[in-house]
């Protein structure tokens, strides 16, 4: 079992610029969520898509966009660059359920750096 | 609003010490997770603490939960240098699927 993979590991982007950052969720879990690690924090919770939708949406302004696919891997999109943007962004998967999801797994996250 | 707060951010310790990281949060919330953190990688999962009073120990590390308090502590007993690492406790809440993270404190175990 690969556990969650993302891809790329590091990216550098030009402020302004757009990014996509991908994530394969762990074999068996049909929900992935995304975070933003700022350096010397803790992860902030971006969004959760569960279905191909969006089922939950931290404090994140409309610049951060996502998407799931039909075989649950998922996809984060940042519009519009800022330096503030620069971080690891983390992608978990977890099985979804009534009240409370399985217990979430972490990829190695990608490394953004906008210059 | 969810609040997780970790005490103490920094903690250097020596080798063979005992010590005790402890996580407050603001919910009525009873699952609680820690995770290790090396520099530059992901979050390893080392506890998932499901219900009031549980203990879960693995090797020189003890996490426990206190849900009357809103607290859980993670105990180090006689520390490695392999223990250093940053370590993050996370809170979720019924039907929210908001993982709340506490700062993290960050353990430096020297010889």
């Known amino acids: 079992d690969a556990g969650v993979t993302q891809s790329p590991t590091h990216l550098i982007k030009t402020r302004g610029q757009q990014v996509t950052l991908r994530c394969s969720p762990k074999?068996?879990?049909?929900?992935v969520s995304w975070y933003q690690q700022a350096l010397g924090q803790g992860p902030q919770f971006i969004f959760q898509y569960y279905e191909e939708e969006e089922r939950q949406r931290g404090n994140f302004p409309d610049r951060f966009s996502g998407h799931q696919f039909p075989n649950y891997s998922s996809e984060l999109n940042v519009n519009a660059l800022l330096l503030g943007d620069s971080a690891l962004y983390l992608c978990?998967?977890?099985?979804?359920?009534?009240?409370?999801?399985?217990?979430?797994?972490f990829g190695q996250g990608t490394r953004l750096t906008v210059v | 609003e969810l609040k997780v707060e970790q005490n103490p951010l920094f903690l250097s310790m020596q080798e063979g010490k005992n010590y005790t990281i402890y996580c407050n949060y603001s919910?009525?919330?009873?699952?609680l997770y820690w995770y290790r953190q090396d520099p530059g990688k992901s979050l390893e999962s080392l506890f998932v603490l499901l219900s009031n009073g549980a203990v879960k120990q693995e090797g020189r590390l003890m996490a426990s939960l206190d849900t009357k308090a809103r607290l859980s502590t993670l105990h180090i007993t006689a520390a490695v240098h392999d223990l250093s690492a940053t370590y993050f406790c996370a809170v979720t809440e019924y039907n929210n699927n908001d993982m709340r993270f506490g700062a993290g404190t960050r353990l430096t175990v020297k010889p």
């Open positions: 919910t009525t919330s009873d699952r």
């Open positions: 074999s068996g879990h049909d929900t």
């Open positions: 978990a998967s977890s099985v979804s359920r009534q009240g409370w999801d399985t217990e979430a797994f």
